[in-house]
């Protein structure tokens, strides 16, 4: 492993486990995973990676956790195959037995028939139990791979975690919130829902770090980003899309309801406003809204929605504009 970067990161850990595993043709068990993985792991910390590089972990971690789902699909049928072949392999085996012993038991002045029959069952009984020994030590195994790929998968989507949060906030970063958008655009058009995007930018947030200082800024960015996740589904994605700009992607809603999460957080916003040494500061944020068309990807709707935001900011503080 002498060949390892130093720029390595979790993802990074996870394709060199794997392909270690690869060339010395061992099973992805999770023993044999965790060891490569801890091994590697201990090489020197890693230092910042380039944006190129970072992309490139981007592309491969959603590829091998592509692969896996296929993987982990394939291995379900196999095994539902595997159980169907196993019970009638079993029937036949009664069967072929039972057939056998009545033959035998009428044969006490067996012929030179009932004796080749007799072979003839003996060779198709010896068959099909190995059959079926080999079917059920394929069935052991497949499970044990099934086990060992949910072990990974476990690993890839921690790893992903990491690389979609934002350290600050805890919302989405950009760079996860690209990926995650050209798949839920996909969905959406796949199954005709409706899907919105509520872009809102905090107003006049300069104001508040040149008057306090950034520390403060941070914190009046974490108590927006608290208060939009109360009001959130489990389903809605919250995204730190720029500076004091954040994203609420929303799956099967449409502009109106999209409109009612966004004036749901207003409302909370002015209910809990952030306190700085006894101090109420007053945060207000303009939002631009759009829903997915027919016709377009979700850049489109990104975009359409960030065109509104800027007409309301241009009109003011605190308004909504929704995309036409």
Do not use: C
Not at 78 to 97: P, R, Y
């Amino acid at each position: 492993m002498s060949n390892v970067s130093a720029s390595i990161n979790p993802v990074e850990i996870a394709r060199i486990a794997l392909k270690k595993l690869s060339e010395r043709g061992l099973a992805p068990t999770p023993e044999n995973y965790t060891k490569f993985y801890n091994a590697i792991a201990t090489i020197k910390s890693p230092d910042a990676k380039s944006s190129f590089e970072t992309l490139q972990a981007w592309q491969l971690l959603y590829k091998v956790e592509d692969i896996l789902g296929d993987m982990g699909e394939t291995t379900e049928q196999l095994l539902t195959a595997l159980a169907g072949g196993n019970e009638t392999m079993s029937a036949s085996l009664d069967q072929l037995q039972d057939t056998r012993r009545a033959h035998l038991e009428q044969g006490a002045s067996a012929d030179d028939t009932h004796s080749k029959l007799e072979s003839l069952l003996n060779k198709i009984i010896s068959s099909t139990s190995e059959l079926h020994t080999s079917v059920s030590l394929s069935s052991t195994d497949l499970l044990a791979i099934r086990e060992s790929v949910r072990s990974i998968e476990e690993n890839l989507a921690v790893n992903r975690q990491i690389l979609e949060q934002d350290a600050l906030t805890g919302a989405m970063n950009r760079q996860g919130f690209d990926n995650r958008l050209v798949r839920e655009a996909k969905l959406a058009h796949r199954h005709g829902h409706k899907l919105s995007v509520v872009l809102f930018d905090l107003d006049d947030f300069k104001l508040v770090n040149d008057r306090f200082g950034h520390a403060v800024g941070d914190n009046v960015l974490i108590h927006i980003a608290g208060l939009a996740k109360s009001v959130l589904r489990e389903s809605d994605i919250l995204v730190r899309y720029g500076g004091e700009e954040f994203l609420i992607l929303l799956a099967e809603t449409d502009i109106h309801g999209a409109r009612y999460v966004l004036e749901r957080l207003q409302q909370m916003t002015r209910r809990n406003p952030f306190m700085y040494k006894q101090q109420r500061l007053e945060v207000t944020f303009s939002t631009g809204i759009a829903m997915l068309r027919d016709d377009e990807n979700g850049r489109a709707l990104v975009l359409r929605a960030d065109e509104a935001l800027y007409v309301a900011k241009r009109n003011g503080r605190g308004l909504i504009e929704m995309a036409e």
